[in-house]
């Protein structure tokens, strides 16, 4: 098959309604592979109400642990940790599991190979199936770091259903931000779609994430939710798209119908015409564009 193009949805800041476009957009897209990128606050599932085919566990830096039969209690690694991970424990010392960063210098400072290096698990992914699709997906334990590491798994696996499936797109809902788990979303992306709103933080965060995209050359476009709210920012907005060549993909209103919907775990478009059609337009827009890819 040709390659699997990639559409990211993103935003500066979480809130905007990304993982709402995103939902809408799975119900008129055809064929894809939906995506779950935003794995330290995954919430597409609630919209996708996913039945899990597949869950694995995801391995994230590597963390030491002393052994305290073979601890000399010599201090050495007490000394040396610079994150002081390291706590007297019984006249022995033990690792602080939220403190330890992995370096292992513990590990080569040890004189009697008291210390080792074990594996710390952080999260899970998912492959599950959905009345839209099939659906990657994973959850980051709270606290966990690695997040980056954790989207790159999620969007491989992605690839390779893809790949079984003879599927020829990737919908993929990013995290919000320009941090690392946003760049490991949009790397390798065809198109970003940005959702924003007409707040003065939506206008400044709209500029941060294009700045983003624009770096790795991906093609982007705006989606503006709430344009209603303030229509003064929202020309603001129109304006930094005119001044950036940025397609407006769609407008969408304030509308209580979106907020019920979601409350009830209904998938908006198909209850609010108020979501439905600017996003119909704008799927229209984006089979055009799409091809040009």
């Known amino acids: 098959m040709k390659d699997i193009k990639e559409i990211v949805v993103i935003s ?58 073979m601890c000399i209690s010599c201090r050495r690694c007490l000394d040396l940790c610079r994150f002081r991970a390291i706590k007297p424990c019984d006249g022995k010392y033990a690792v602080d599991e939220l403190s330890c960063e992995g370096c292992t210098l513990c590990r080569l400072a040890c004189p009697v190979e ?79 779609i940005i959702v924003t709103e007409p707040t003065f933080s939506g206008i400044s965060d709209l500029d941060r994430v294009f700045q983003l995209t624009s770096h790795f050359k991906i093609k982007s476009g705006i989606v503006i939710n709430r344009f209603d709210i303030n229509l003064e920012n929202s020309r603001k907005i129109k304006d930094f798209a005119g001044q950036n060549h940025l397609p407006i993909y769609a407008e969408i209103p304030h509308s209580d119908c979106i907020r019920d919907a979601i409350s009830r775990r209904d998938l908006p478009s198909r209850k609010c015409r108020q979501l439905a059609e600017p996003l119909e337009n704008f799927y229209q827009k984006l089979k055009f564009d799409l091809k040009e890819i």
């Not at 590491?149 to 003879?166: D, G, P, W």
Request: proline residues 6%.
């Open 114 to 192: 008291a210390i080792s290096m074990k594996e710390r698990i952080v999260g899970e992914w998912f492959i599950s199936t959905t009345d839209w699709g099939d659906f990657v997906h994973a959850r980051l334990k709270p606290g966990a770091e690695n997040s980056g590491s954790l989207v790159n798994m999620v969007k491989q696996q992605a690839k390779l259903r893809a790949i079984e499936t003879n599927t020829p797109l990737l919908l993929i809902d990013g995290p919000p931000g320009i941090g690392c788990p946003v760049i490991s979303a949009i790397s390798g992306a065809h198109m970003a």
């Open 12 to 69: 500066g800041k979480g809130g905007t309604g990304k993982t709402t476009v995103t939902a809408s957009l799975a119900d008129m897209i055809p064929s894809k592979i939906i995506v779950d990128a935003d794995v330290d606050a995954a919430d597409l599932y609630i919209l996708m109400n996913p039945r899990e085919t597949r869950k694995t566990a995801f391995a994230g830096k590597s963390m030491a642990a002393i052994d305290p039969e």
